[in-house]
């Protein structure tokens, strides 16, 4: 379920990144008459294939590669019999398909939210979010002591959202990946 996070919160950032890249062409589109659902569908099409071919992959390799390299370390500190590979089929269309469902809702959502705009507000560059101040900023003592690129930092870390989260999350995940495997 970590890693789903994880790769969830990626693929939303990405997406959000593909679609406000190409802002100014779905306003085009948008004043050439095609349809919203026109529109979003291009979107929702490479979201799609993407996720499929990039979970059909994962799992041929992660299931191809992982357990082997990890039951041959093994057995050169222990004495265990020859590996039976096994392909959980239902687990992998169950994982496949949930990911790709999730990112199809997240495109569709990040596409709808351009697409409510007028075509004229889209085909212009988006406005630069306005700047205000951070609660560190409060805090002066603290403040003044920052290097101008940890206040960099910590500005985008509390201004946007999803790099906040993804932030702790992927922090939060390679801490217990470092535990888990110094405890195994």
């Not at 269309?93 to 990911?99: A, L, P």
Request: overall charge positive; charged content about 15%; aromatic content about 14%.
């Amino acid at each position: 379920l970590l890693f789903f996070l994880v790769a969830a919160l990626v693929c939303l950032t990405t997406m959000t990144r593909l679609i406000d890249e190409e802002r100014s062409q779905i306003g085009v589109f948008s004043a050439l008459g095609f349809s919203k659902n026109r529109i979003i569908s291009k979107y929702l099409i490479y979201a799609g294939t993407a996720s499929i071919l990039g979970s059909v992959i994962g799992i041929v390799i992660g299931i191809a590669l992982f357990p082997t390299v990890i039951y041959s370390v093994w057995r050169l500190m222990y004495d265990l019999p020859d590996i039976k590979p096994y392909l959980p089929l239902r687990y992998a269309f169950v994982g496949t398909m949930s990911f790709t469902s999730l990112m199809l809702v997240v495109t569709y959502y990040v596409a709808r939210r351009e697409l409510k705009e007028q075509p004229s507000t889209l085909m212009r560059p988006k406005p630069p979010k306005n700047a205000r101040e951070v609660f560190l900023e409060k805090i002066t003592w603290l403040w003044k002591r920052l290097s101008f690129s940890s206040k960099i930092t910590a500005r985008n870390l509390i201004r946007y959202k999803s790099r906040f989260f993804m932030t702790v999350i992927g922090v939060a995940g390679c801490a217990g990946l470092l535990v888990a495997g110094f405890g195994i």
